[in-house]
């Protein structure tokens, strides 16, 4: 199996990979081919163009190859003069251009691979040389590199599939990397082109005399969350050298509740040059489509607000920039983006958050967000902290912000504290989690992450929040006390579970202490239960089984008047209780009786004994 799937990989590689033999170069100080060394080599076979920016439409464009080159014996390519690199610009499918473009060669000097944007982030790429624009307005071309197999041949490279898909449109696809740039505002149905951003450098690209179509295309996101296609524009056409200083569109068919919705924006656009049509027909293939800027309209744009901490929390809406009536919920999330509350707006009046809501205690930084009524959060997050960050007087330490609102929570609070270079700057360089004593100091136990940098109790939080933590001078420092807090939170945490466990764990000990005593009982009195219907069942079969008269006289001891016998096993007594008539010796009895048992009664003639037997039980 293993030899197998060898195999296998060896056929996978030979099919997306091609060989061809490249040269080690050897050049002299004119840059004349001067030596060659033959080697066979493999190449994912990419080459993409890049923009060259200067401020203007850009002279040239910088070529890199994709990383690595490499030899039939997987060796890099790494010595300077190792490849010589050539690009070629030419027609589409063979097309004839006016004006022919030469072509460009370079020795590759460095072979170290680099990241580039608007690329898979997973490629390198090897920095080839720049070729000039041409000044013309070319229709679709292709680009190939060439690598060199010798002094005088060489072997073509194919051209890259991304950002172009192997085709170059010079200046259409600079429109699209730039249609960011372009501002747009909306009111209603109305859409206006407030700035064309870079694109008014076209006024000087080489295909400034034409002309192109510019469109607006709009989407939404449904109840259901899917992205729908919204109203249009009808196209208006514009020449580059003179595009006007503002453009409007109208939306058709705009519904009137549709100013509740949050549409996306794009702006579509074809143009006359570079193998496209002015024909009224867009699709996604041929078109430059971007977002500009803004690419999203919400129905409400921005919330200013006042909020004013004191034994509770009070909101109130001081001003709403768009469709007010769109405006549903309040939302506060923690520090760590969990729902804590949702409430209905009031726009009249304000609106109380209190302890009971929210536990301030648990949750002493938190962001309060609207939503609009398709429940899209609106971009404007007002950050609460009820603790202040302090740096003061060699010491850093954390303390309410009035002594009303956290009254009842104690001395010691969860907490995140972020840590910047800079306040602008989007990732932090330092973050920790603890639980903090208020108005006790720690910097000392982290003063080599957060001295000499910006640090803040609330992510993304306004600048004047952002506190700067300087080289403090060394002071005592009870390290008991900052343990105390990690103990504390840690005992109080452990007090806590350790209770909780006990609890549970001595119920669930008396539960099988109750358990293993009632399966005792019931076990002890099966068994006697057991024992008692043996016993009555033995005494039953006893009682009934008829017993033989003979046999049983057999049984008895000789009869002797003066002996009185008695067995303590079945406990039986025979008592001697007749008596004997001197004056008539025939005609005596004797009566015996066995203890319970019938009785017996013997009758005593001319000095023999005849006995009889009653069987009834003395009834």
């Known amino acids: 199996m293993f030899v197998v799937c060898i195999i296998f990989s060896q056929l996978i590689q ?134 060199s197999k010798s002094c005088g041949q060489e072997e073509a490279v194919r051209v890259a599939r991304s950002p172009f898909r192997g085709k170059v449109k010079i200046v259409s696809n600079w429109i699209k990397q730039h249609l960011a740039t372009v501002k747009i505002e909306k009111k209603g149905s109305l859409v206006q082109i407030t700035d064309w951003g870079k694109l008014t450098k076209l006024a000087i690209s080489p295909c400034k005399d034409q002309n192109m179509r510019v469109m607006v295309q709009t989407y939404f996101y449904n109840e259901q969350n899917n992205r729908v ?105 923690s520090s760590d983006n969990t729902k804590l509350l949702g409430l209905n707006v009031t726009l009249n009046g304000s609106m109380k958050i209190t302890n009971s809501e929210v536990d301030f205690c648990q949750h002493p930084v938190f962001r309060i967000s609207f939503h609009d009524i398709q429940n899209r959060p609106i971009r404007s997050n007002i950050h609460v902290n009820l603790l202040k960050l302090i740096n003061e007087d060699q010491k850093l330490f954390i303390e309410p912000v009035n002594d009303q609102i956290l009254k009842d929570c104690g001395d010691i609070f969860r907490l ?108 002890w009195r099966g068994k006697r239960v057991l024992e008692n219907v043996a016993e009555v069942i033995e005494l039953e079969t006893k009682d009934t089984q008829p017993e033989n008269i003979y046999s049983s006289m057999n049984r008895q001891k000789a009869f002797n008047p003066e002996f009185v016998d008695q067995e303590l096993g079945r406990i039986y007594t025979i008592e001697k209780c007749g008596t004997r008539d001197q004056d008539n010796e025939e005609d005596g009895s004797v009566s015996v009786r066995k203890r319970g048992s019938v009785p017996v009664h013997i009758l005593m003639r001319s000095g023999s004994v005849n006995p009889t037997f009653d069987y009834h039980d003395g009834d």
């Open 14 to 147: 030979l099919i997306t990979a091609s060989n061809s033999t490249y040269t080690q170069l050897s050049f002299d100080k004119d840059g004349q081919c001067i030596e060659k060394v033959t080697k066979v080599g493999t190449s994912k076979r990419l080459i993409v163009p890049q923009y060259l920016e200067n401020g203007a439409f850009p002279e040239k464009l910088r070529i890199y190859h994709e990383y690595p080159i490499k030899t039939d014996n997987d060796e890099v390519f790494s010595e300077k003069g190792a490849v010589k690199y050539t690009v070629e610009l030419k027609g589409e499918k063979g097309r004839q251009l006016d004006v022919p473009v030469e072509n460009a060669s370079f020795i590759i000097d460095s072979f170290i691979g680099v990241k580039l944007p608007r690329q898979n982030p997973k490629l390198r790429w090897i920095f080839v040389g720049d070729v000039e624009v041409p000044q013309v307005c070319l229709p679709l071309l292709t680009m190939t590199g060439y690598i």
């Open 229 to 333: 296609l919204g109203p249009t524009s009808a196209s208006k056409q514009v020449k580059l050298r003179d595009l006007p200083e503002t453009l409007e569109f109208t939306l058709e068919n705009y519904p009137g509740n549709f100013h509740c919705y949050s549409l996306l924006v794009t702006l579509n656009i074809k143009t006359d040059f570079e193998h496209q049509t002015l024909q009224n027909i867009f699709n996604l293939e041929d078109d430059i489509i971007g977002h500009p800027s803004p690419g999203e309209f919400q129905p409400i744009s921005d919330i200013k607000c006042n909020v004013k901490i004191g034994e509770d929390l009070t909101i109130l809406i001081d001003s709403i920039e768009g469709h007010e009536e769109c405006l549903s919920e309040l939302v506060i999330y």
């Open 416 to 523: 995140t504290i972020f840590c910047k270079n800079d306040p602008e700057e989007d990732e932090e360089v330092f973050t920790i989690t603890r639980y903090l004593y208020v108005y006790k100091d720690f910097f000392l136990q982290f003063q080599e992450e957060m001295k000499g940098k910006h640090c803040s109790l609330s992510r993304g939080g306004p600048d004047e929040k952002w506190v700067y933590i300087g080289e403090h001078a060394t002071y005592d420092y009870n390290e008991e006390d900052y343990g105390d807090v990690q103990q504390n939170d840690t005992a109080k945490d452990c007090n806590q579970s350790f209770s909780i466990l006990s609890i549970c764990s001595g119920i669930l000990f008396l539960l099988v202490i109750l358990l293993g005593a009632g399966s005792l009982m019931l076990w």
